[in-house]
């Protein structure tokens, strides 16, 4: 690679610097225990029951959309905007641990087994050719949602709730629902344990008197009838069936999150939600993995009380979680024109509407020009030809995702670049597809897809990242330089009056001076903003307070 060069500015500063001189805030207290008041809540076992958590939230899927589609657009009509960058972003520009996100892929790179294993624990995983005939016993009937299935308790581990995939729409959800939490649980959400895993029937054992209600709300036994449908419904292979194994959360669940808005009886949820950059930012992911269907309905909050005997008492905090990715890789509608236009349009699209009736529906949509791979159709439209992810759009408005702002998208970026290729493969493998070739092409199109991300929010502000003070040295990462997205030989760093290491995989060292205070200024001819380092002496060595990424 040709000599790089780097632009330095380097002054001490006459005035205070911008940033204090401490080190970053890398983890929120919102992960501290709070109490919460006592109060008495009735059940159907205890009718003087009292709890000391925060109280369940239901969720209505129709509200949401019909909130966010109708009411919450015309309540903004006068509304003045005047908070634009997320509240919970600390010195570096990043996010600091809490609650809500956890740095993991964005601080250390994960090994192939933790990565295939997602949020799952070594005892989580579960093994099938182990279990005894009727070892896993059925306590539970799935009571909602798509997927039929049921709830499994198995002695010495947790609960799981058991899932299986359409007879019209085989291996897809639940390869989706595994790969999607995985790469969730790596980027650094908290997501649910989920397996794909291949089950002889004859080690479950179903209880006798088990009733569910299904989403029509009529109750109905779950009995060998109604299992033996559950089995017809799952893709079978060599006398076992496909199943999904999702994990039972811990701590006492308190329903899903809201994209807006802060929970009341929260005292940690300070940050109104939709001000958070992991919620902004999780826009991309979305877009990435095609997980239209992000929405409060596929979230949990949980409380995790500090006495876990007693999971309603506090002290305690509140967990967030990511749920249900099964809606990745492309799922596909009974109407062919709802298929077409996720990730393009919503479900309502104002903007669309008003265009189409304005132009008589002249004008051609992308959506028009897709087209389903020959051989993939369980994928319907998943492709990268015509997926734009400045443009991408999920089910309905997200409050969260409709702030994005460029910050929080390249924030997103600079986490998904480091997911290299061979990554990418140990993320499909999860799902245990049965032919080769559409793990290949779910790898393929994946890897396309982070491309034209990375693409577009690395050449904006800057991506240098991973910045540290080595010896004399500045030294960090440009991570789309080391992601390709052009050549080495493309990237330029103009250095005056000092020279640069430019070392492979990206990294860029700049030798500094000691000084009190220390500005260091870093443009690349590949982005169109510079960074600005700001670093002092502390009496040992020379430290970071700070950065900014600069606007073109």
Same mark, same amino acid.
């Given at each position: 690679?040709?000599?790089?060069?780097?632009?330095?500015?380097?002054?001490?500063?006459?005035?205070?610097?911008?940033?204090?001189?401490?080190?970053?805030?890398?983890?929120?207290?919102?992960?501290?225990?709070?109490?919460?008041?006592?109060?008495?809540?009735?059940?159907?076992?205890?009718?003087?029951?009292?709890?000391?958590?925060?109280?369940?939230?239901?969720?209505?899927?129709?509200?949401?959309?019909?909130?966010?589609?109708?009411?919450?657009?015309?309540?903004?009509?006068?509304?003045?905007?005047?908070?634009?960058?997320?509240?919970?972003?600390?010195?570096?520009?990043?996010?600091? !641990?809490?609650?809500?996100?956890?740095?993991?892929?964005?601080?250390?790179?994960?090994?192939?087994?933790?990565?295939?294993?997602?949020?799952?624990?070594?005892?989580?995983?579960?093994?099938?050719?182990?279990?005894?005939?009727?070892?896993?016993?059925?306590?539970?009937?799935?009571?909602?949602?798509?997927?039929?299935?049921?709830?499994?308790?198995?002695?010495?581990?947790?609960?799981?709730?058991?899932?299986?995939?359409?007879?019209?729409?085989?291996?897809?959800?639940?390869?989706?629902?595994?790969?999607?939490?995985?790469?969730?649980?790596?980027?650094?959400?908290?997501?649910?344990?989920?397996?794909? @895993?291949?089950?002889?029937?004859?080690?479950?054992?179903?209880?006798?008197?088990?009733?569910?209600?299904?989403?029509?709300?009529?109750?109905?036994?779950?009995?060998?009838?109604?299992?033996?449908?559950?089995?017809?419904?799952?893709?079978?292979?060599?006398?076992?069936?496909?199943?999904?194994?999702?994990?039972?959360?811990?701590?006492?669940?308190?329903?899903?999150?809201?994209?807006?808005?802060?929970?009341?009886?929260?005292?940690?949820?300070?940050?109104?939600?939709?001000?958070?950059?992991?919620?902004?930012?999780?826009?991309?992911?979305?877009?990435? @993995?095609?997980?239209?269907?992000?929405?409060?309905?596929?979230?949990?909050?949980?409380?995790?009380?500090?006495?876990?005997?007693?999971?309603?008492?506090?002290?305690? #905090?509140?967990?967030?979680?990511?749920?249900?990715?099964?809606?990745?890789?492309?799922?596909? #509608?009974?109407?062919?024109?709802?298929?077409?236009?996720?990730?393009?349009?919503?479900?309502?699209?104002?903007? !669309?509407?008003?265009?189409?009736?304005?132009?008589?529906?002249?004008?051609?949509?992308?959506?028009?020009?897709?087209?389903?791979?020959?051989?993939?159709?369980?994928?319907?439209?998943?492709? #990268?030809?015509?997926?734009?992810?400045?443009?991408?759009?999920?089910?309905?408005?997200?409050?969260?995702?409709?702030?994005?702002?460029?910050?929080?998208?390249?924030?997103?970026?600079?986490?998904?670049?480091?997911? !290299?290729?061979?990554?990418?493969?140990?993320?499909?493998?999860?799902?245990?597809?049965?032919?080769?070739?559409?793990?290949?092409?779910?790898?393929?199109?994946?890897?396309?897809?982070?491309?034209?991300?990375?693409?577009?929010?690395?050449?904006?502000?800057?991506?240098?990242?991973?910045?540290?003070?080595?010896?004399?040295?500045?030294?960090?990462?440009? @991570?789309?330089?080391?992601?390709?997205?052009?050549?080495?030989?493309?990237?330029?760093?103009?250095?005056?009056?000092?020279?640069?290491?430019?070392?492979?995989?990206?990294?860029?060292?700049?030798?500094?001076?000691?000084?009190?205070?220390?500005?260091?200024?870093?443009?690349?001819?590949?982005?169109?903003?510079?960074?600005?380092?700001?670093?002092?002496?502390?009496?040992?060595?020379?430290?970071?307070?700070?950065?900014?990424?600069?606007?073109?």
């Amino acid at each position: 690679m040709r000599r790089a060069l780097v632009l330095v500015a380097l002054a001490a500063c006459a005035s205070p610097p911008a940033f204090p001189r401490r080190a970053a805030v890398t983890r929120d207290t919102d992960l501290d225990p709070v109490s919460v008041a006592c109060v008495r809540r009735p059940n159907d076992k205890d009718p003087n029951h009292v709890s000391c958590a925060p109280e369940p939230y239901v969720s209505p899927l129709a509200w949401d959309a019909a909130d966010n589609t109708f009411f919450r657009p015309l309540a903004k009509i006068w509304a003045v905007d005047v908070e634009k960058e997320a509240r919970n972003v600390n010195a570096l520009d990043e996010v600091p !641990d809490s609650a809500w996100f956890t740095n993991r892929l964005g601080v250390k790179h994960p090994s192939e087994e933790e990565l295939k294993r997602g949020a799952c624990k070594p005892e989580d995983m579960l093994d099938p050719d182990a279990a005894k005939e009727a070892e896993w016993v059925i306590d539970q009937g799935k009571p909602n949602g798509a997927s039929p299935g049921f709830r499994v308790k198995i002695g010495g581990k947790k609960k799981y709730m058991f899932k299986t995939d359409f007879k019209k729409e085989p291996e897809r959800p639940s390869a989706a629902a595994a790969i999607g939490t995985a790469a969730y649980h790596a980027v650094g959400f908290n997501t649910s344990c989920e397996q794909v @895993l291949f089950v002889d029937p004859k080690v479950f054992k179903l209880m006798p008197g088990l009733k569910v209600t299904a989403n029509d709300g009529v109750t109905r036994p779950f009995d060998e009838a109604a299992l033996e449908k559950v089995f017809g419904e799952a893709v079978k292979r060599e006398g076992r069936y496909r199943f999904q194994a999702s994990a039972w959360l811990g701590g006492y669940l308190i329903g899903p999150f809201k994209y807006e808005g802060t929970r009341s009886d929260d005292p940690n949820d300070v940050i109104p939600h939709e001000n958070r950059r992991d919620l902004r930012g999780g826009r991309l992911l979305a877009a990435w @993995l095609h997980h239209f269907d992000a929405r409060e309905q596929n979230s949990m909050d949980s409380w995790m009380a500090v006495d876990k005997a007693s999971p309603e008492s506090s002290p305690g #905090w509140v967990k967030h979680y990511y749920l249900d990715t099964s809606d990745c890789l492309g799922s596909v #509608w009974d109407w062919d024109g709802i298929s077409r236009r996720m990730g393009d349009s919503y479900l309502l699209d104002w903007k !669309d509407v008003g265009v189409d009736f304005i132009t008589l529906g002249a004008i051609e949509r992308p959506w028009e020009r897709k087209s389903m791979k020959p051989g993939q159709e369980m994928f319907g439209y998943f492709h #990268w030809d015509e997926f734009d992810p400045e443009r991408w759009r999920n089910e309905y408005p997200n409050p969260a995702f409709s702030r994005a702002t460029e910050r929080d998208n390249a924030w997103m970026a600079r986490i998904l670049s480091r997911f !290299d290729r061979r990554d990418i493969q140990a993320l499909v493998e999860i799902g245990r597809f049965s032919k080769p070739e559409a793990e290949a092409f779910v790898t393929e199109v994946l890897e396309q897809r982070l491309r034209k991300i990375v693409a577009r929010y690395l050449t904006v502000l800057s991506p240098i990242a991973d910045l540290r003070v080595e010896g004399d040295a500045l030294c960090g990462v440009d @991570l789309a330089r080391r992601r390709g997205v052009r050549p080495d030989a493309d990237y330029t760093y103009r250095a005056d009056p000092y020279p640069v290491r430019a070392l492979a995989a990206g990294r860029l060292c700049v030798p500094i001076p000691r000084a009190k205070e220390l500005t260091v200024r870093i443009a690349s001819n590949q982005a169109k903003a510079p960074i600005e380092v700001q670093l002092y002496d502390d009496g040992s060595a020379m430290r970071i307070a700070g950065l900014v990424r600069r606007s073109p």
